[in-house]
């Protein structure tokens, strides 16, 4: 691994030292040692690149560059959001903090495996089994998969995963991944979070909105619009966990975006059941449905296309509650415009997460232009962040799915 210099813009500058990266987990250490980052200034230099970026702001230490020449150059564009990344940088120690105690050593890697990420599930014998197989670049994509089941295993004891009723009931609203595991009775060595953080993030979302769920017990429905799902298509079985944090209420979630394959369009899933262990004695074989789909089951909708051009078509059956949209890169995607602007007309409450803050508070800053008014969520860490850092080429700053969540 080369390490990159430290160079500050202006001359004569003393240059800093870069932020501690710190971590009692190996693995997590951000950004990930497969990383390779691209010139800031690629594409506004009129040179070419002259290799690879190893030099880094010394003022933020966020973002890099081929060569002194194309620092200078991006300079103009860099100084209006310097000691913002540098802000930013500083929470790398905290990011990166989790309970669990499941890692990889870097060291460890093994070439034969494209990624750190492919190393990790190998370690958990997981690697393209069950639940897990879209969790790397290994796995199918989503487009090629005929069959978006839920049948899919943990593949892993059922002392690891989740895969019966809790023993008892969710003592109160649940704030980290701490809280979690000790309600599951799950040990801190369990891996499972990788997985959960999508299920968990809505349960935070619903916690955030402030809409009352009791409300929902029994026979009434809480819908949610759940906007832009990619990976999450293909581990559909883990929404399962919503059973457990909503006891009683029925949740209806329409999966809404472009990832949906045509032929999966309007198809309904109901979840009544949790995702197995590979125990084949354990009880989550032999436990049976309940006959009330309105009553402690999740039913999934997939609707293919942009949520702004299908939303006459939802709403004829699901009146939304809520509005979700993880990992959802508005600054980056246009389509998201007509998307915002429909949703300050309906008047309904809207959560948005994405991989760092960067790209959180460029989404802000998108939001406000288009409903003038300031975020009613203010952007804020996601206590179930998935706990294995993102590449991110583009910046040194922290990256996680589902790692910073706002709302307007």
């Known amino acids: 691994m080369v390490r990159p210099k430290y160079l500050s813009h202006g001359p004569g500058a003393t240059p800093k030292k870069p932020p501690s990266k710190k971590n009692k987990l190996p693995f997590l250490l951000f950004p990930p040692l497969s990383t390779v980052m691209e010139c800031a200034a690629k594409g506004l230099a009129g040179e070419p690149c002259a290799g690879v970026a190893h030099r880094r702001c010394g003022s933020c230490g966020a973002v890099a560059y081929c060569s002194k020449d194309h620092q200078f150059v991006h300079w103009r564009v860099h100084k209006d959001e310097c000691a913002r990344l540098a802000t930013q940088m500083i929470r ?29 599930l190998e370690s958990i014998e997981v690697h393209l089994k069950g639940l ?57 060595h369990s891996p499972v979070a990788v997985l959960l953080h999508w299920p968990l993030t809505l349960y935070h979302c619903l916690q955030l909105s402030r809409i ?11 819908h949610i619009h759940y906007l832009g799902p990619e990976k999450e298509l293909l581990q559909l079985a883990v929404f399962a966990e919503l059973r457990a944090l909503f006891p009683g209420v029925h949740l209806r979630i329409e999966l809404v975006g472009p990832a949906v394959p045509r032929s999966r369009d309007s198809e309904v899933v109901n979840i009544s059941s949790y995702a197995h262990c590979s ?8 436990s049976t449905a309940p006959e009330d789909l309105n009553s402690g089951a999740v039913t999934l909708k997939l609707w293919k296309g942009l949520y702004h051009e299908r939303y006459s078509d939802i709403v004829k059956d699901s009146n939304p509650h809520l509005i979700v949209a993880p990992n959802a890169g508005v600054a980056a995607y246009p389509s998201w415009m007509p998307t915002i602007e429909m949703i300050r007309e309906i008047g309904i409450p809207a959560i948005f997460t994405d991989f760092c803050e960067e790209a959180a508070h460029l989404a802000s800053c998108c939001i406000s232009s288009i409903t003038g008014q300031p975020l009613g969520v203010p952007i804020q860490v996601n206590p179930f962040r998935q706990p294995i850092a993102e590449n991110n080429s583009a910046l040194y700053i922290p990256c996680y799915s589902n790692c910073f969540v706002f709302g307007m």
């Open 92 to 120: 790398i120690d905290m990011l990166s903090q989790f309970p669990f105690t499941f890692s990889v050593e870097p060291l460890a890697l093994n070439h034969t495996l494209p990624s750190m990420r492919c190393l990790f």
């Open 132 to 188: 897990w197989k879209s969790e790397c670049i290994c796995g199918p994509e989503i487009a090629s998969v005929k069959d978006l089941s839920i049948t899919a295993e943990w593949n892993m004891e059922s002392s690891l995963c989740p895969c019966t009723e809790p023993e008892n009931p969710v003592p109160g609203p649940l704030a980290s991944w701490e809280d979690y595991y000790q309600w599951r009775s799950l040990p801190l």
């Open 212 to 222: 009352q769920t009791s409300r929902h017990d029994g026979h009434a429905t809480l």
């Open 279 to 286: 125990v084949q004695n354990c009880g989550c074989r032999t």
